[in-house]
Structures are given as structure tokens and as C-alpha cells.
């Protein structure tokens, strides 16, 4: 049956009077290495004869396509065949009549600039504007579509690509690829999107992909055209000749870029964007020394990956103790281009009552919008701190007004012969000490170094009843302070801490306090504080050997008794 069939529609094709062929250029100027596309459509049986072509041009990416229509009651049959040629020489180039069945094409001419011509290259306020797609009359069912949003973009700049594949057939399976360009690195970004399109009147599904791609080097970057090879739902004659599929194919046009150079008055680190913001999101107007406040950054930018962007930070003044979290980043995308939100916490523990100063640190970067340095800087921060207890009750010293002037040096203390006598008298204080010494060595009894009662009293210990109050509150920072101030002497550090402390249990727990506080949530702080409070439910339990006197060495003295 089919093979009737078949000879039916031979002997249709065969008849001269039904013979149409044409044949266009998407475009009659290109520059040399670019693609253009040449289309015929013809009712003709037979693929088009090539060879023409190739002494002239590279011929790459054949793609056709049928159709069956009713012409006056009979049936008919248009094919359509695509071809993408690349010139190989510049010049006014002669696309040769070409051989379709019992049919021939007509010459074409093709203008053909240099790879370096300035007329092929665009304008400069092109460059900065995103590209449009290419002409979408007279495509066929499947066609692409590229998009940059900066062709005239600087070194290591983010920029979006997106690619759009548009197809009016059914399909069934394939592949669209965008190789990675010299000089540039090329990376996939989100899902693709899905949609429906119209275009030149007829429906299209449309599958758009994204790609960031940042260049590594200035001068003129190609991006390699994307290219689809797949398969869709045949026709009648698919089914009749073939295996009932159609093998689709379809390529875009490369993209140039001119990629510039650093600016010489750029900050570093380099940082090219088209937006930044650093926002406080959230700051108290008042605290308690002593007692944790807690600030919020947040850090918006457009073109950059959270991987380029600098650490969020934040001073403080008045002796205050700042503890970083872990940031929450948020990383999206635009056509391609990064977007990205940085959000971070900090824990302000106040040491002393009065004005306490917050700055975010500010970030340098550079506007590619308008060609300038910019700087992104938050709102100082002022936080009335009312008094705490214990040692976070007294002010911080200050000096007198009179010790804070500058110092005004008398003429004479700048005279050269002024500071070679104190050279000298500093020698013989020297030699006197060095002799002292060698005398005291040859003393038998050596005279105990007497105490000083008029020495400072260092700060009262807290007891018990504050370590309560800190552990209720559930203030990780306060608990870490209050511990420090029961030992006695205080402890300078936690770790100094934990060297004081008899139960192993306790030593836990304050490894498990400093995870959760600078360990960025290696231990969640309900974790610690649960543990805080099971170990230190009765008190520290300090070492009772801490003021014993230490062990005798197995060294033999320095200086032996005689």
C-alpha cells in the first residue's frame, strides 16, 4: 500500500507545471566569520545541489522541512530547505544558482565586510543597550533567538545571555547547547522558562535558558552562536517515506562583544556592578551594658554572585564586643544577570553605659551604568546604652581635658646635643644594672619581695545569684561574660576559663557556648544553652590545685645555692 502511494506522489512531483522554487537571505550585509541564513522553497522532489557553494563559503547546519496543501482541488507539496554560510573571504560575495530537482535558483549577491571593519561592528550607544533578537520574518517551525544585556562590557563583569528556542511543530526530543567563548567563562543559570509566543501570525512554544557569562580578558569576545538538533512530529510524508519523524535544526547568530579594560581610577577589589546597597535592617535605639543588641546588614547587588561580593561588617566604639553570624544569602537571577541579597546579624554586647557608635564598613565598587566609582555606605548607627550591673555599671574612664590637649615640646627638646647626653646617661644606667645584677647573683639569701597594700583591689567576683539571672535570660554573650567575672581573678578569655575548671562536663559546655557564638552554626544556640545550664545548675566547680604551689622541677636551678 504504501509503496502505491508512494508512486502516486512521485509521478505528482514529476509534473514541470507545478514548478515554483525561491530562494532569500536572511540579511544581504554580514561581517566575515559571521552566519547567514539562506532559505528555499521549492516544490520540488530532491535536495538541493551544494556543491556550488563550497569554493565561496562553509556550509554548516542543513535543516528542511514539508508541508501538504490543497491547490484547486489537487494536492500539493511545499518543501523549504535552510542552510547557514559563513564567507570565507570579505567582498561582495556571489551566491551561485543552485541545482533543485528539474529546477534552478537565482543568483544572489552578499555583502561581506572585514572581521575588523568599524561598519560591521555596532555603534557604541548600541553596545551599552541589550541586543535584540534577530528578524523573525519568513522563520520556518524552528528558530533561536540570543539576547546579551551589555555588549560593551568591562573585565570581569557579569553579563546575561538568554537564548530562546521557538518552535510550531510538535517535539519530540533535542538538545540546545551554547559552547563557552575564548576568554570567557560561561555558566548556566535557573530553570528554563516556558511560554507561548505569536510571531509573523503563527503560534509558537518557546523555551527560554539563561546564561551568566563574565569575561577574563579585554578586545573582542565572539560568543559562539547556540545551536538545536532534534527531532518533531512528522507529516504524511514522514509517515509514508520515513520512520514518522522530522529531524529539526536550528541555529543562532554569534554574538560580539567588546570587552574593556579596568579603569585606571577604579578601587580595588575590582567590583563591576550596576547596583548596590547596603541597608540597616534592623538596629535598637537603646541596650544595656553588659546585654546582647542585635544589628542587621543587608547587602543588595545587581551583577554579582555572592562569591564576589566583600564580607558584610560592623565597628563599634566604646569598647563594645561584636559578634558576627553566619550571613543568609539570597542568590537569583535576571535574563542571566546575578542578583543577589546578603543578610547578616551581628551581636553587640556594650561594655560600658552612654553613646555607643555603629558603622557598617562601607564597600567600594564600580557603576558600569555610568562609568564611575561609587560607594556603598549605611547610616551610622547611635545606641543609647543605660547602665548594666556588676562591672558593666561604671563609665568608661576618661582623661581630663587638660591630658587630652596636644603636648606642646619645648624648642629646646629638639636639639641634638639634648638627646646625645640622654643616649649617654642611658648607657651608664645600663652598665650600673648589668653590674647590680652580677652582684645580687652572689648572694646567699635572697630578701623577699614585699607586698604593696596600697596596691588597687581588683573587682569583686560574681556570685552565683548572677550567673541565675544570665543563664534565664538565654543571652549567650552574657552567660560568656558572667562566667569570666566568677573566676578569681577574672578570666581574660573563655579559653583561659575552661583552664580553671574542674568538671569536665562544664569544660563541654563552654566548648559548645564558643561554637555557637563564632563556630557560624556548627552549634545551634538553643543546643548551648541547654548545655550551659545542665553543666552550671550548682556553680563553677574550680580546680582546687589553681594556687598550689607548684611542683618541683626535674631541671637542675639556674643559678645553684651554695
Do not use: C
Not at 575590582?270 to 535605639?285: I, S
Not at 542571566?336 to 553605659?353: I, K, L, Y
Amino acid at each position: 500500500m504504501k509503496r502505491g502511494v508512494a508512486l502516486i506522489m512521485l509521478a505528482m512531483f514529476a509534473m514541470p507545471a507545478w514548478a515554483r522554487t525561491s530562494v532569500t537571505l536572511d540579511r544581504t550585509r554580514v561581517r566575515q566569520g559571521d552566519a547567514v541564513m539562506l532559505t528555499i522553497a521549492t516544490d520540488q522532489v530532491g535536495a538541493p545541489d551544494y556543491s556550488a557553494l563550497r569554493s565561496r563559503f562553509r556550509v554548516e547546519d542543513v535543516a528542511s522541512e514539508r508541508s501538504v496543501r490543497y491547490d484547486n482541488g489537487s494536492l500539493a507539496v511545499d518543501l523549504r530547505y535552510r542552510v547557514e554560510l559563513i564567507a570565507l573571504q570579505p567582498g561582495i560575495q556571489t551566491i551561485p544558482a543552485l541545482v533543485v530537482g528539474r529546477d534552478r535558483t537565482q543568483p544572489l549577491q552578499l555583502e561581506v565586510t572585514a572581521a575588523g571593519s568599524a561598519t560591521a561592528s555596532p555603534s557604541p550607544q548600541a553596545q551599552t543597550a541589550p541586543q535584540q533578537a534577530q528578524p523573525v520574518a519568513n522563520q520556518g517551525p524552528v528558530f533561536i533567538q540570543t539576547q546579551v544585556d551589555d555588549r560593551h562590557p568591562y573585565v570581569q563583569q557579569s553579563v546575561g545571555v538568554t537564548v530562546r528556542l521557538l518552535y510550531a511543530t510538535q517535539m519530540l526530543d533535542g538538545s540546545l547547547d551554547l559552547e563557552a567563548p575564548a576568554g570567557a567563562s560561561l555558566r548556566r543559570v535557573g530553570e528554563d522558562v516556558q511560554g507561548t509566543e505569536e510571531v509573523g501570525g503563527r503560534s509558537y512554544s518557546v523555551i527560554e535558558r539563561h546564561y551568566v557569562l563574565v569575561p577574563d580578558r579585554s578586545g573582542a569576545l565572539t560568543l559562539p552562536a547556540a545551536r538545536f538538533s532534534g527531532h518533531g512530529q512528522g507529516g504524511f510524508f514522514d509517515d509514508v517515506f520515513g520512520d514518522g519523524r522530522e529531524n529539526l535544526r536550528a541555529s543562532g547568530q554569534p554574538q560580539v562583544l567588546q570587552v574593556r579594560e579596568t579603569p585606571a581610577n577604579a578601587p580595588q577589589p575590582w567590583l563591576p556592578l550596576r547596583r548596590l546597597e547596603l541597608q540597616v535592617a534592623n538596629a535598637p535605639t537603646a541596650a544595656t551594658a553588659g546585654q546582647t543588641a542585635v544589628v542587621t546588614l543587608r547587602m543588595q547587588a545587581d551583577g554579582a554572585s555572592a562569591a564576589q561580593l566583600p564580607e558584610l561588617m560592623l565597628t563599634a566604639d566604646n569598647d563594645a564586643q561584636v559578634y558576627p553570624e553566619a550571613p543568609t544569602i539570597d542568590d537569583r537571577d535576571s535574563a542571566g544577570r546575578p542578583q543577589t541579597v546578603v543578610t547578616r546579624r551581628f551581636s553587640v554586647v556594650p561594655a560600658h553605659p552612654g553613646a555607643l557608635h555603629l558603622q557598617a564598613a562601607p564597600v567600594q565598587w564600580w557603576n558600569v551604568a555610568n562609568d564611575q566609582p561609587a560607594t556603598a555606605q549605611a547610616q551610622p548607627m547611635t545606641v543609647n546604652v543605660a547602665p548594666g550591673t556588676g562591672a558593666f555599671a561604671a563609665p568608661a574612664a576618661t582623661r581630663p581635658a587638660a591630658a587630652r590637649e596636644s603636648t606642646k615640646w619645648p624648642r629646646w627638646l629638639s636639639s641634638g646635643f639634648v638627646w646625645s647626653i640622654a643616649a649617654a646617661g642611658i648607657g651608664l644606667l645600663w652598665i650600673a644594672s648589668l653590674a647590680w645584677v652580677a652582684r645580687r647573683r652572689d648572694m646567699r639569701a635572697a630578701v623577699p619581695a614585699p607586698s604593696n597594700p596600697k596596691s588597687s583591689a581588683p573587682l569583686l567576683p560574681l556570685r552565683n545569684k548572677d550567673l541565675e539571672d544570665a543563664l534565664g535570660s538565654g543571652d549567650l554573650a552574657r552567660i560568656a561574660q558572667t562566667l569570666q567575672r566568677m573566676a578569681n581573678p577574672p578570666a581574660a578569655d573563655l579559653d583561659a576559663l575552661k583552664s580553671r575548671l574542674q568538671s569536665t562536663r562544664q569544660v563541654d559546655a563552654i566548648d559548645a557556648l564558643q561554637a555557637a557564638l563564632w563556630g557560624n552554626g556548627q552549634v545551634a544556640p538553643g543546643t548551648a544553652l541547654a548545655s550551659l545550664r545542665q553543666a552550671f545548675r550548682d556553680g563553677p566547680q574550680w580546680r582546687t590545685g589553681a594556687t598550689a604551689k607548684p611542683a618541683k622541677s626535674t631541671l637542675p636551678p639556674l643559678y645553684p645555692e651554695h
